[in-house]
């Protein structure tokens, strides 16, 4: 006996089709995306606009939009902050070649890795054994971005030493890398973002503030000035500042490189003031850039 093929489509096979509709309108609208910034890098072409095209801030500003929005939602929120980096990413490389430097080492490989996730693994990825190789990558342009480990107490690489010595043109801090967290533990709020590795991207570009945001500056300070002195200086101007390192490049100074809440510039009025109050003590300090403060999502939030 033949029986007759259910012809019929199936629920679940009515589910696909609306996927498959969903998905070419998403493939459609990305299309639509890709066309706007296209004509974003003409537009600058043709104002002969030839600085780097990442925009950190309203990078910053998007992503926090997006996290915002699927924070509460069954779709995890880092993972839709990650589809959209990588969009932005594959975007800002239509206006301009987008090759990377990182410092990778054969005991340390992280940075790579962090700026394969964080940029996208079509971006075309410099592999440098040393920080000067970095830092020269970008001056010379053979990259548009390069990318150090984030400094953890005495950081043997010290890069920042490196831009510094690059004068008033050197590179500047734009990122941090990785951009978003998860909470670990629910219960104690605790993302262990400090015992993971992270890095900071530099390129020739002016940081933008996002709205919350870190400073990083050195200041250049005679040799006998204690950190102390200079920390209860900042902590009178209501600064919040951490130390990362301190280096001793010539014999009658010290420099010291320290991270601030806030999008503070080295003639910020609050930092230029507090500097003023211990006069000759310091000899000069120097912006080495800025970056959106990272992003912690709660998974006690999603659904």
Not at 42 to 61: D, F, L, M, V, W
Not at 203 to 215: I, N, Q
Request: hydrophobic share 40%.
């Amino acid at each position: 006996m033949t029986g007759k093929k259910n012809t019929a489509p199936t629920e679940l096979s009515s589910l696909r089709t609306q996927i498959d509709a969903i998905d070419d309108r998403i493939m459609e609208l990305l299309l639509q995306r890709i066309a706007v910034v296209k004509q974003v890098g003409e537009y600058k072409k043709n104002s002969k606009n030839t600085s780097c095209p990442i925009r950190s801030g309203r990078e910053a500003e998007m992503l926090r939009r997006i996290a915002a929005k699927f924070c509460t939602s069954d779709f995890p929120a880092a993972a839709a902050t990650s589809i959209w980096r990588i969009i932005i990413g594959a975007s800002t490389g239509l206006e301009a070649e987008m090759t990377l430097s990182v410092l990778s080492t054969e005991n340390e490989d992280n940075v790579y890795w962090l700026a394969r996730e964080y940029f996208g693994s079509h971006s075309t990825i410099i592999k440098q054994p040393h920080v000067n190789r970095v830092v020269g990558d970008v001056v010379d342009g053979k990259a548009a971005v390069g990318i150090v480990p984030f400094p953890r107490g005495a950081d043997a690489n010290q890069w920042w030493v490196v831009l510094l010595q690059q004068g008033e043109n050197a590179p500047k801090i734009f990122a941090h890398i990785p951009f978003v967290y998860n909470y670990l533990d629910t219960q104690t709020k605790n993302t262990q973002s400090k015992a993971l590795p992270a890095a900071l991207a530099f390129a020739k570009l002016t940081p933008e503030e996002s709205g919350d945001d870190m400073s990083m500056l050195v200041i250049e300070a005679d040799a006998n000035v204690s950190q102390s002195r200079l920390q209860t200086a900042f902590q009178a101007a209501k600064l919040e500042v951490t130390w990362l390192d301190i280096a001793s490049i010539t014999s009658d100074s010290r420099h010291h490189f320290v991270e601030i809440k806030g999008f503070i510039s080295e003639r910020h009025e609050v930092f230029t003031s507090a500097i003023a109050t211990l006069g000759a003590a310091v000899l000069k300090t120097h912006f080495i850039g800025a970056y959106a403060t990272p992003i912690t999502i709660d998974k006690a939030k999603q659904n």
